[in-house]
């Protein structure tokens, strides 16, 4: 399905040129009608002699509806430039010529209407040599030239041949997965409810479906899809499109918002943009300035940042970082068009190249700049590694879509960059621009382990009594959810940085090495242990000898063993009485408190706390009075 837009001046016969080739008028609205003039943009179709159906959109061509003229021209694949023989070319023909060339519209047809009013074949051919003239330098200058008389049908067979050939030299429009439908036209339909209509680009609308209004995120579902008045199960990538959306009313949605599968797009207030600057403008572009951005269907205002210089001069080519006053949705590879607000004029346009930047950049950035320009125009691995330097931890599903490429470009761009180890995969899986497998570029890679290291390295050095840092504690300060902290951590620990002693996190080579003041107190320590080893001094009197830091650490090492909040053993001890107890069950059957009182001379505190111990550890059970090994 294609979508063909008119553009021209104003009453130089397209709407009457739409009405003869479609059978349909477009100007709906009666303002339109009674005064000959579109205002809003105008909906027809017609078949083309090969039998393709063509959408057509007739756009406004005075000057006080060129916004609106804008709104219609975002989506369509081929233009009929109207000139009307007895004028010429025209000041709208000019800014509407401009506004295609800027939009990148490469294919398309002159049409010199109204020739049924020129008498003098002489000014035929001297307005066809200033159209030429006109032409040269746009992406419509190879176009062919059709004389029409719509009133009297002349020439139309011949427009319609020269509109089928040059939209069998464009592409078919790709299928990315992402479906988005810029509106354009809103409306209720009474017992039906709200309608929108658009051009659908990067994908399919089903039946039933539900779908995201965006920027507003109000969500609906697909009651009915038309296209060409007809009911259709699907509409594809290209086609103009009726949706009949439940749950969604009017007054929530706006000319310029999106219709998409939920989750596949996320609107932005900060844009980077190659721009160009017209050179018949009226003035220099300055850093600061306010203008309105015109993409897809929207209108929004923005600030302009101009990125390396403070002013682009006439004609001049430069990096704009937009600040918009409302959020909007855009996409790497989109076209566009800057209008100054007041007075009215167009002002350039080009293309964006980074619809996401995590931040405003410094203006002055030859690392910026760089990177704009291999967004630009770099190849596609160079494309999606500058989408992933953006977008740091990532899926691949993310930087595919950011970088916008064919699903086979971005295949072999990510094999390219793995392959040569530019880009790391953090988990194990297929390698597909589908794929939720979480990447990042190695530089940010390294940095990242820099940082985990850093925190690590930082914490061993305010607590070196303590194993490590608590989990938690590292996740927290690299501000990473738990599936990424996770998954880093898995890389980490394989690649020897870091080692982890259950619930903490310790560099490899970490050792906990205590000085001779501290080895000095420990010793005192371990003489009071030896001195009663079944009944050996409470946690408190410990804490009291060697200071709190220092006794966790000794539990940390496990040279003691605390088996309740009171009571704790030096290691050795303590397994001399796991062992024990345990030979003791090889010949009786049970074990009481006093038992083990008396067989390890100690007292009933020490006893209960660790027989307690033991069940807690699955070693005995508890049963009535006395305790068995459990089995």
Not at 151 to 175: S, T, Y
Not at 183 to 189: N, P, V
Not at 546 to 553: A, H, K
């Given at each position: 399905m294609r979508?063909?837009?008119?553009?021209?001046?104003?009453?130089?016969?397209?709407?009457?040129?739409v009405a003869a080739l479609t059978g349909t008028h477009p100007d709906r609205l009666k303002e339109e009608q009674a005064r000959e003039m579109t205002i809003e943009l105008g909906f027809a179709w017609f078949t083309l002699p090969n039998g393709e159906e063509v959408g057509i959109v007739d756009v406004p061509g005075h000057r006080d509806f060129i916004e609106n003229m804008l709104a219609g021209v975002g989506g369509i694949d081929a233009a009929i430039l109207v000139i009307a023989a007895d004028e010429g070319v025209m000041p709208q023909t000019r800014e509407h010529l401009a506004i295609l060339d800027l939009l990148q519209v490469e294919s398309g047809v002159v049409v010199l209407t109204k020739i049924d009013l020129v008498d003098d074949p002489d000014w035929l051919e001297m307005v066809e040599m200033d159209v030429r003239h006109v032409l040269q330098g746009t992406t419509?200058?190879?176009?062919?030239?059709?004389?029409?008389?719509?009133?009297?049908?002349?020439?139309?067979?011949?427009?319609?041949?020269?509109?089928?050939?040059?939209?069998?030299?464009?592409?078919?429009?790709?299928?990315?997965?992402?479906?988005?439908?810029?509106?354009?036209?809103?409306?209720?339909?009474?017992?039906?409810?709200t309608v929108v209509t658009g051009t659908l680009t990067d994908g399919k609308l089903k039946l039933g479906e539900e779908v995201e209004i965006l920027p507003e995120g109000v969500r609906g579902r697909i009651r009915s899809l038309q296209s060409h008045k007809r009911k259709e199960e699907s509409a594809i990538q290209g086609s103009r499109t009726a949706v009949n959306i439940v749950g969604i009313e009017v007054d929530q949605i706006k000319r310029g918002d999106l219709v998409v599968h939920p989750g596949t797009y996320q609107p932005t207030r900060l844009i980077d943009v190659q721009f160009d600057l017209l050179k018949d403008a009226s003035g220099a572009l300055r850093h600061n300035a306010d203008v309105k951005l015109f993409l897809g269907a929207a209108e929004i205002l923005a600030r302009v940042r101009l990125l390396g210089c403070d002013e682009l001069a006439l004609g001049q080519s430069g990096w704009l970082q937009l600040e918009l006053r409302q959020p909007?949705?855009?996409?790497r590879g989109d076209r566009y068009v800057l209008r100054r607000p007041s007075p009215g004029e167009t002002l350039g346009g080009g293309v964006i190249v980074d619809p996401h930047p995590k931040e405003r950049h410094k203006r002055f950035s030859d690392q910026v700049i760089y990177q704009l320009e291999t967004l630009r125009r770099g190849s596609p691995s160079e494309v999606l590694l500058q989408a992933a330097m953006a977008s740091g931890?990532?899926?691949?599903?993310?930087?595919?879509?950011?970088?916008?490429?064919?699903?086979?470009?971005?295949?072999?761009?990510?094999?390219?960059?793995i392959g040569s180890g530019e880009l790391l995969i953090l988990e194990k899986g297929p390698i597909s621009p589908e794929s939720d497998l979480l990447a990042i570029p190695a530089l940010q890679w390294k940095n990242e382990t820099q940082k985990s290291l850093k925190?690590?390295?930082?914490?061993?050095?305010?607590y070196p009594l303590r194993?490590?840092?608590?989990?938690?504690?590292?996740?927290?300060?690299?501000?990473?959810?738990?599936h990424l902290f996770n998954l880093a951590m898995r890389n980490w620990v394989n690649e020897g940085f870091l080692a982890e002693n259950g619930s903490f996190v310790l560099r490899s080579n970490f050792r906990v090495i205590f000085s001779s003041q501290q080895q000095s107190i420990i010793t005192g320590l371990w003489k009071r242990f030896e001195q009663s080893p079944n009944s050996p001094p409470?946690?408190?009197?410990?804490?009291?000898?060697?200071?709190?830091?220092?006794?966790?650490?000794?539990?940390?090492?496990g040279e003691l063993v605390q088996v309740s909040s009171e009571v704790v053993y030096r290691r050795n001890n303590y397994d001399f009485l796991v062992k024990s107890v345990q030979e003791y069950f090889g010949q009786q059957e049970t074990l009481t408190v006093a038992q083990f009182r008396d067989q390890y001379n100690t007292s009933r505190k020490y006893a209960l706390a660790f027989l307690e111990h033991l069940d807690a550890i699955g070693i005995t059970v508890w049963d009535g009075d006395f305790r068995r090994l459990r089995k």
């Open positions: 979508v063909i837009g008119t553009a021209g001046h104003v009453d130089h016969g397209k709407s009457t040129l419509l200058e190879k176009a062919p030239i059709i004389r029409v008389s719509a009133k009297k049908r002349v020439g139309l067979p011949d427009l319609l041949q020269a509109l089928e050939i040059c939209l069998a030299e464009r592409p078919a429009r790709p299928d990315l997965g992402r479906p988005r439908l810029p509106i354009d036209r809103i409306f209720t339909i009474a017992g039906f409810g909007a949705v855009a996409v931890f990532s899926s691949l599903r993310e930087i595919s879509g950011r970088a916008r490429l064919q699903p086979e470009q971005a295949q072999a761009g990510l094999q390219e960059l925190e690590v390295d930082h914490y061993h050095q305010s194993k490590g840092i608590p989990r938690e504690e590292l996740k927290s300060r690299l501000k990473m959810t738990t409470s946690v408190k009197e410990c804490q009291a000898d060697v200071g709190e830091e220092l006794y966790d650490s000794l539990l940390d090492q």
